[in-house]
C-alpha cells in the first residue's frame, strides 16, 4: 500500500513536472506570439503615418512626413518602402530641425489611412517656396511652376488638386516631388510647404469650400490695399483732367505717374496669390516699381516747391532707377538675399527722410501747404524703413519671426495694418493739398487774365491804330502781339517843316506793369516833343524823368528824325538799329532809358535818297526762336529787310514768335517838282 501510495505521488509528481513543462512551453509561446504581434503592431504603419478613418470633411495633413533629398521615380509609388527615411515636420524651418539643403530635388511622403467608404477627395495645398509635382499612390494629380530644363519658381499660391478615384481606393501614399531653387536660403524654407492649413485632405466639397472660404478672407485682405490703389487711379484722373487746364502745373503730371507706378506695385504684390507669376518677375516688378515711384515722388516734391532739383539730389535720384541692378546680381549668386534686401534698403534709406525735412523746410519758411504733406509722406516713409527692417533683422537672424513691428488689426472682417492707413492718409492729404492748389492757381489765372486783357487794352490805346499820310513819307507799320502783353510802343510825330520825329521802343517785362509804363513813357513824350524834336534832347529829357520811376523796370529807344531833304539823325537807348537797304544803320551805344540819370546821348547823321527805307524793329524779331531753339537772327534779318513791313513781321511769327513783334517802315518820298 505504502509503495502504491509512493508511486502514486512519483507520478502525480511526474505528471505536475510534465504539466509545468508544458505550461511553461505554451506560456514561452504565447509570449513570443505577443512579442511577435507587438512587433507587428509596431511595423505595420510606416513612420510618416496618418489615420484618416475618422476625419469628417477635412484633415490637416501638416506635420510629420518622411523627408529624402534626391530623385527617384520610384518614391511616388505606394509599395516603395520609406521606413529608412528620415521624418521631419513641414511646419518649422529645415534650419531649426538641422536639416542640410538639398541639391536640387527633395521628395516627401506620407501614408494616410481612409475609411472604407468616402466621397471623392481632393487635396488643398498651401503655400510652397519651389514647384512641386503632387503624387497618389503613384499617379500625377497636380504640379505647380516649372521643372527642369524649362525651369520656373512662381510666387505664393494656394491650389487645389482632385485625386482620381482610381488613385483613391484603399489607403493612400502622398509623394510631393519639390526642386529646391537654389536662390533660396534655408532660413526661410519650412519643409516647402508654409500656411497654417499646409496641405489638407478632404472631400471635394469640403476642400472646395475652404478654398473658396480662403479667397473670401484673401479678398478681406485685399480690400485695403485695392481700395487706396482704387482712389490713387480716381485721383490720378482727377489730375490729368486739372493738368490739362494748367499744362504749367507740372506737379500735376508727376503725381499721376508716382500714382500709376504705386498702383501697379500694389496689384503686383496682391495678384502673385491669385495668378502663377515667376519669383523673378515679382522681384523684378516688385524693386524696379518702388525705385520708380520714388523717382517720380521726388520730381513731384520739387515741382510742387517750385524748386529745381540740386545737381547731387539728381544724381541720387536716378541712381535710384539702378535699384533692380541688385536684384540681377542677387538671382545672378553674386550675392545673397540678404545682402540684396540691405542693399536696397540702404540705398533707399536718404529718400526716406529727405523728402519729409525739405517740405518741413519749406513750411517754416512760408509755404503752408508743405505742411500738410509732412506727416503723411513721413508715416508712409518710416512704415516701410521699418517693415524692410523687420524682414532683414529676420535674414540676418537677429529676430525670431518676420512680421511687421506693428502688428496688424482687424476691422470687422477685414485686416488692416498701418502702412495702409498712412498710404490712404498721403492720397486725402495729396488730394486736398492740390484741389486748394487747383483752386489758388484758378484765381491766379483768372486775375492775370483780366490784368492781361486790361495791359493789352492800355497798349492798343497806346499803338496808334491808324497811320495818317504824312507828305513826303510812305509809312508802314505792322503789330503782332504775343501771348504775354510785352511793352513794345513806337510813336510819329510830323512837324510843322515837313520832318517827321519817329520814336520806337520796348520797356523791360509784361503785363500791366509793363502797360502802365508805356503809357508814361507817351504821356511824357507828348510834352517833351514841343520842346525839342532833337533825338538826343528826347532821350536825355525822358531818361531823366523815367530816372527812379520805373519800379525796377528799363526801356530801351530809338529816337529819329527825318526831314524832307533826305537828312537822318539818330540816337539810341539801347535799341536795335535801323536798317536800309539790307544793312545795319549803326549808331552809338547807350544805356537804356531809366538806369542813370545822368546818361548822355550822342546822334549820329545820314543821308537819304529818294526811295530810300528806312526799318525800324523791335526785338521779337530777331529773337524769334524755332521749336530746335535756333533764333531768327540778323542774318535772315538783313536779308528779309527789303521786304514790305507785314512780311518781314509774319516770316518772324511763322519762325517761332515769342515776343511781340512791331516792324516800322519809313520810305521818303521824292520831292514834288515845280513847274
Known sequence: MRYTSVRHDEVIIRHMRAGSRLFASIALMLLVSIAGQGQSASSAHPRAYVDATHLGDSVNLSGQWAFQPGDDSRWSRADFDDSHWRVISTTDSWQDQGVSRPLDFFWYRLHVKLPLQH?????????SAFPYEVYVNGQLVGRY???PPEERVDGALVRVFEIPPSAASGDITIAIRFLCWWRWESRYIWGGIVGERGLVL???RAINDEYRSWQSQRRYEWLPDFSVGFLSILLAAGLLVLY??????SEYLWITAYFASVTGWIFVNDFQSISPISIQAIKYLDVGLMAVSEVLLLQFVFAFLRQSIPLWLRTYQLSL???????AAYFAGLISLSASDLTVLLWGLPYAFVIPVLLFWRY??????AGFLVIPLLLVNLNGILNSLAWLLYELRLRDTDADFVPTFQLGPIPVNIGQI?????????????????????REQERAQAEL?????????MLPQQIGSTPGFAIEAFYIPAQEVGGDFFRLFPGADESLLVVIGDVSGKGVKAAMLVSFIVGLLQKIVEITREPSGILSDLNTSLSGHTGGSFATCCCALIRPDGHLRIANAGHLSPYCHGRELETPGALPLGIAPDTTYDQVDFSLGPGDRVIFLSDGVVEARSKSGELYGFKRFGAISIEPADLIAMAAQRFGQEDDITVLSVELQPLPTLI
Open 119 to 127: 466621397a471623392p477627395l481632393s487635396l488643398l495645398f498651401g503655400y
Open 145 to 147: 511652376g516649372q521643372m
Open 202 to 204: 478632404g472631400t471635394t
Open 244 to 249: 490739362r487746364t494748367q499744362r504749367k502745373q
Open 321 to 327: 532707377l539702378g535699384l533692380p541692378l541688385v536684384v
Open 364 to 369: 517754416i519758411r512760408g509755404l503752408k501747404e
Open 422 to 442: 498712412d498710404g490712404l492718409l498721403f492720397v486725402l492729404s495729396i488730394a486736398a493739398v492740390l484741389l486748394h492748389r487747383f483752386h489758388k492757381t484758378s
Open 453 to 461: 486783357e486790361a495791359a493789352r487794352n492800355m497798349q492798343e490805346v
